[in-house]
């Protein structure tokens, strides 16, 4: 089965640390992460294509502009969480462990409930390391 594929690429500041864990992340730090939204579709639209890349840009980018670009995102068990909150600062609270593989499958899921029929999520959090998410039936879409 042959398949079309597009992948847009957005990019966001975000702070975090992971809780249970020894290494750098475990402290307050920050990255500069490049979102991959990988949508797919057997056959193309009356334009020819997947999707416009705009209308990848409009959900993702809204959505990632609007609750992580710029903030720490922490776990809700994180002790330092209320000290953040007291002081305004802007943060954005997962049930999971912030790391890259849980941010991209919550971006993902918060895609598909905008609409959005994506693929795969990839966050990479360094030039060289990336996560990745797709739901089991993600291959089974078809456009
Ligand atoms: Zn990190």
Redesign the pocket.
């Known amino acids: 089965m042959s398949r079309f594929k597009v992948t847009k690429q957005i990019e966001f500041c975000y702070g975090?640390r992971l809780l249970n864990y020894d290494g750098k992340?475990k402290h307050l730090?920050g990255?500069n992460g490049l979102l991959e939204i990988v949508v797919s579709t057997e056959s193309l639209d009356s334009r020819g294509m997947v999707i416009d890349f705009g209308d990848i840009k409009d959900v993702v980018k809204g959505w990632v502009d609007t609750n992580m670009d710029h903030r720490m995102i922490l776990s809700k068990d994180d002790p330092i969480l209320n000290i953040l909150l007291d002081l305004n600062e802007p943060v954005y609270v997962m049930d999971e462990n912030p790391t890259a593989e849980n941010i991209a499958k919550h971006i993902h899921e918060e895609a598909q409930k905008a609409g959005l029929e994506i693929l795969e999520t990839r966050l990479w959090?360094t030039p060289s390391s990336y996560a990745s998410y797709s739901p089991a039936n993600a291959d089974e879409r078809g456009g």
């Open positions: 975090h992340c730090h990255h959090e």
